[in-house]
């Protein structure tokens, strides 16, 4: 009973550390969204109170220049150097930031792709307690964790934890519409936990199988609720409203959560937490000079997701998630079961 208490004790201060820390997933750098000549009309959106335009705080600036010569060529850019909001989100997410042009072709609503953050001095308590737990306990463990285990082992743990959320995704396609993208992923989970020895290679990439993940939050969005207030939450970090909901969507579909013993499930969560702190430490610099860190995190996080929801409710087959997502997994909070 006392070594479960302290693994839960170790896995939730670890939980916490990535709590802080914005999701890396982008799309690629010089991928153009494909151009809507006459885009379906979407659903009516769903405000979580009063309405947006008496309390959005303006939009972090975007412009369509992107963020490389090559991705600047490709979308026929005039050579304009990037914005800082645009170095930002690059350096955060490893690609061009969603700019308003993208967001007008899509039929999205003006307030979909601001900052709606009524509740900042909340938010911004929270993140500092989130952040104080990363650089003391979560930080220093994915430092070590980087340092001792070789990278193809760490690609390994990646690809299988990675593998391990297809289940999720499969049915978020399904529940959005999008049965193709959902008979793919299922392609590649069949694929990675057979010939990739339970999803620790990854034959599918081989085979051109599109990596992509969804969620519930993600489909709240496509089904109208586009207009949703920021949240920062204790151990999960950045979400609004509507992908705090969506957690609770998630969950029970996690693989992880079926695993019955506890030693087995909080080292398994403790590796995941650890893993995906370690794909972070690449913007630790970018974080710790920027002049408000919060407001980094909050406008980068919003922007991708507003980025991720417009695409889903265009249903753009052509576009495809390859950098791997990096929030704080829907399956990360220890649970185990006292009474045995």
């Not at 019955?260 to 000079?289: F, I, M, P, W, Y």
């Not at 889903?312 to 045995?340: H, I, K, L, Y």
């Amino acid at each position: 009973m006392n070594v479960h208490r302290l693994s839960l004790i170790a896995v939730t201060a670890l939980l916490a550390a990535c709590a802080g820390q914005a999701p890396k997933s982008a799309p690629q750098a010089g991928t153009p969204v494909p151009a809507q000549s006459a885009p379906a009309p979407a659903p009516a959106p769903v405000a979580d109170a009063a309405p947006a335009s008496t309390e959005t705080a303006p939009a972090t600036p975007t412009a369509p220049s992107p963020t490389d010569a090559a991705a600047s060529n490709a979308a026929g850019s005039t050579g304009a150097a990037p914005t800082q909001a645009e170095d930002d989100f690059a350096a955060l997410y490893g690609g061009p930031a969603p700019t308003a042009q993208d967001s007008a072709s899509t039929g999205g609503d003006a307030a979909a792709s601001s900052t709606y953050d009524p509740w900042e001095r909340y938010n911004r308590a929270m993140h500092r307690f989130n952040m104080a737990i990363d650089r003391g306990v979560a930080r220093p463990l994915a430092t070590a964790y980087v340092t001792v285990t070789p990278q193809p082992v760490r690609l390994g743990v990646s690809n299988f934890f990675e593998n391990l959320r297809s289940p999720v995704t499969m049915v978020n396609q399904v529940l959005q519409g999008h049965p193709v993208h959902a008979l793919q992923t299922l392609g590649r989970f069949v694929l990675n936990s057979t010939l990739g020895i339970g999803g620790l290679l990854d034959p599918a990439s081989a085979a051109k199988i599109p990596r992509r993940s969804e969620d519930f939050g993600q489909t709240l969005g496509v089904w109208g609720w586009t207009n949703s207030r920021y949240v920062e939450l204790p151990l999960f970090g950045p979400r609004t409203v509507r992908d705090t909901f969506g957690l609770a969507g998630d969950a029970p579909l996690s693989p992880l959560r079926q695993v019955e013993e506890d030693t087995v499930r909080l080292g398994l969560q403790g590796l995941q937490l650890v893993n995906t702190r370690a794909q972070l430490l690449a913007v630790d610099a970018l974080r710790d000079q920027a002049v408000d860190e919060y407001a980094l995190t909050r406008d980068a996080w919003l922007q991708r997701r507003n980025y991720q929801i417009q695409r889903d409710r265009r249903g753009d087959r052509g576009q495809r998630d390859d950098e791997r997502d990096t929030t704080v997994p829907v399956d990360a909070m220890p649970m185990p079961d006292f009474g045995n």
